[in-house]
């Protein structure tokens, strides 16, 4: 069993330093024009496309069933050991202190309904390392907050890399 822990600290959005979080924040910001969330309908990803390997889109589901469905995964945000991939719903995620932080995360950001920077210190299996995470507020019909945009970068993946490694070892 992997084992390990994930710390989110917010940040002002105004200290993001990785490129591609700051091009969608940008990008974001000019597209809500002042209201509190994005329409899906209005998403460009052209206009993003240097962050999309970095990105995902988590919709809230009631039905067929009730949680966090993964619409849209970019390459780097992609993990399938933990369960992190396209049309996976969050609340499947792998190992469970993995998805309980996810879960609250995702839960805690879609009723906030505003853009959210984030530096997450992680420890799995002894193994420390850190990252940036942004969850920005979008709707699929135009009224409240039920999808978010998310993007994480890595300073490095050299430790990333031993732990998926591990994973497929077990």
């Known amino acids: ?10 940040q002002p ?12 924040r940008d990008y974001w ?16 990803p052209e206009k993003f496309a240097a962050a999309l ?8 589901l009631e039905q067929p069933r009730r949680g966090h469905r ?14 992190i ?7 499947d995620a792998q190992p469970p202190w993995y998805r309980d932080h996810l ?15 984030q530096h997450v210190d992680a420890e799995i299996d002894k193994r420390s390392f850190s990252f940036a995470r942004l969850l920005l507020p979008l709707t699929s ?11 994480t970068v890595r300073p490095s993946d050299s430790v990333v890399s031993a732990i998926r490694a591990r994973l497929a070892l077990a």
Request: glycine residues 10%; contains cysteine; proline residues 5%.
């Open 103 to 117: 879960v609250s995360e995702i839960t805690g950001a879609l009723a906030r309904a505003r853009p959210l920077y």
């Open 29 to 44: 910001r000019d597209t809500a024009r002042g209201r509190p969330c994005v329409p899906s309908s209005e998403l460009r």
């Open 1 to 10: 069993m992997v084992t390990g822990k994930l710390t989110a600290v917010a």
């Open 141 to 151: 019909g135009g009224g409240a907050c039920d999808m978010l945009l998310v993007a």
């Open 70 to 83: 993964i619409r849209l995964c970019g390459a780097d945000m992609e993990n399938r050991d933990f369960g």
């Open 53 to 60: 390997e970095h990105t995902a889109i988590v919709e809230r």
């Open 85 to 91: 991939l396209r049309g996976a719903f969050i609340e």
């Open 13 to 24: 959005l105004e200290a993001i330093k990785e490129p591609p979080l700051a091009v969608l």
